[in-house]
């Protein structure tokens, strides 16, 4: 089967987001690899735009509309960072936006939506299905729906943070990213496999969100219910139509790490390290300082995908043990 | 008066510390130049080993002492950062250090200390001078004291930070740092004004812990009681003997700003640039976000100093209003 995305897609996408999106730094640390016995260089995505990898992909998909498109505006459902990629793309590249987000979504988030400009209209997650509330909207409007994850101008246009990295990183033996819907690891895998064959690459997600895990046993997209995990990204319940069989191609392993190896992670990354990622940004690196993945001195690439948390949930995070 | 360091300082202690310690990240953010109004740039000090600026002065100090000097091992006091800078300084040099902490020190900071091997005595705030137990120390074993900052090596050292800012953005207008003792804020300045003679460099204190404010006023060392303040490195009660001069001649003006101002430019740092600063590392970002500092368009330098805290402490601020 023909994949969704190849790595002239990647490269095409950089070159839209060249001077838009950051290119976000790459950290290291002695601790780490001291911890670790690995070489550790964590790409941050939480200092991107949005603060996290999400804007990559958005602006991409936004800047590829015709501009009969553009005029009609964009639609999508999405309680998190895609939800701010999106209305911060639209409001660069001056298209209309619609947000679809459940009612009782954090204040926080709906005010960040609102403020870069996006229109966000509420649905009742007891009687509603987002999905139909935003094909309405879109048949209604003739608005264009931006899938968050399973569309191939999102996955090319977040393959460019593995881009970056193995242009800082050009010896990686390993590429680590969480693994939700799975647009950042179809779109990393397709540029690191490109740019260096040789790479191992893993996914990662918590153990009770095992979608993925579970998909790479049977071989074929698995449906899970709700998962209840801290790491909203990865509530996901079924691996993409497009960005599974990419992943399957490219990707060697699922790994999968608890919800406390995900918060111990999030605390290490704040007091060693001193910088802040969401919880679904932890799920790599917890996956690292598990020493989970590659041999000891392996060249390990791992991606932070977000930093994106309110005061309340850190809070309640530190209280923990 | 003859001041205690010069330019050359600076260059010979980067010359030392070039590969031992991080030539920290220059950060910058669409938000904060959007709501100041100034270009600014977060000289990350948080990301230096040990946390915190204190490295760059211990190494320096440390690495001039003579081989007899070294064999005989050194000794401070500090409860903060220089503890752990002096610690793992003289690890990396083989040479065997003694700190002088507070027998009521956080069982964190003592293990941090320990864990570089230093050893440490602890004396009892109640009954003893810290002073006179690391004098004693000091005479019994031949020990020769470190101090915290009034000392040419520890300023010329914590310069280097400065020296790395310039290099990274040579057309700064302003340079704005925390200044506690003195040490990083005269050492930073002398380079700044090297490079740079049009630069203006404001240092910031809290307004509890107005010692360098009130010594401006009065052109003299003015010595405070202890001062309440949440930023532990402000706590000094009288400026320098060595670093007042340096300030005096290069620094244009002490900024003052609140503890709860303090506080709110943390959270800022944390949940907006997703990085961690300690309340000192976040008193001269306090100052700029307050808009206290050059002409609207300015380019504003601004070192966050250290990035130490523990868990309770940042779970007690964010429960704050």
């Avoid at 990629?85 to 619609?98: D, E, F, S, T």
């Avoid at 579970?214 to 990204?233: K, M, Y």
Wanted: with cysteine; charged share 20%.
């Amino acid at each position: 089967m023909d994949l969704a995305i190849s790595f002239d897609d990647v490269l095409s996408a950089a070159a839209r987001l060249r001077g838009v999106a950051n290119r976000t730094p790459v950290m290291t640390s002695r601790t780490v690899n001291e911890l670790t016995g690995y070489q550790v260089f964590f790409k941050c995505e939480n200092f991107q735009r949005i603060g996290a990898f999400k804007f990559r992909g958005a602006y991409n998909a936004l800047s590829r509309l015709s501009e009969a498109e553009k005029a009609r505006g964009v639609v999508t459902h999405s309680s998190g960072n895609h939800a701010q990629g999106i209305a911060l793309a639209a409001k660069l590249l001056g298209i209309r936006a619609v947000i679809v987000m459940p009612s009782d979504a954090p204040a926080s988030k709906l005010a960040a939506t609102r403020g870069y400009g996006a229109e966000v209209v509420l649905y009742d997650r007891q009687t509603q299905e987002r999905a139909e509330v935003s094909d309405q909207i879109a048949r209604d409007r003739g608005m264009t729906f931006v899938h968050p994850f399973d569309h191939p101008h999102v996955m090319a246009g977040q393959g460019t943070a593995a881009l970056e990295l193995l242009e800082d990183v050009p010896d990686l033996d390993v590429l680590v990213g969480p693994i939700g819907g799975g647009g950042l690891l179809s779109g990393c895998a397709t540029a690191a496999k490109a740019i260096r064959p040789d790479i191992t690459i893993y996914g990662v997600e918590t153990e009770t969100a095992n979608d993925w895990w579970l998909s790479f046993r049977q071989n074929e997209r698995v449906h899970i219910p709700p998962p209840d995990t801290i790491a909203d990204g990865m509530r996901t319940q079924q691996p993409g139509r497009l960005t599974f069989p990419v992943i399957r191609r490219y990707v060697q392993e699922i790994l999968l790490v608890s919800d406390a190896q995900v918060i111990e992670a999030l605390k290490f990354l704040l007091f060693r390290l001193k910088i802040l990622a969401e919880p679904t940004g932890a799920v790599a690196p917890a996956a690292v300082l598990q020493k989970k993945v590659g041999p000891p001195g392996a060249k390990v690439g791992v991606i932070i995908s977000g930093g994106n948390m309110d005061a309340a949930l850190l809070a309640q995070l530190l209280g923990e043990a």
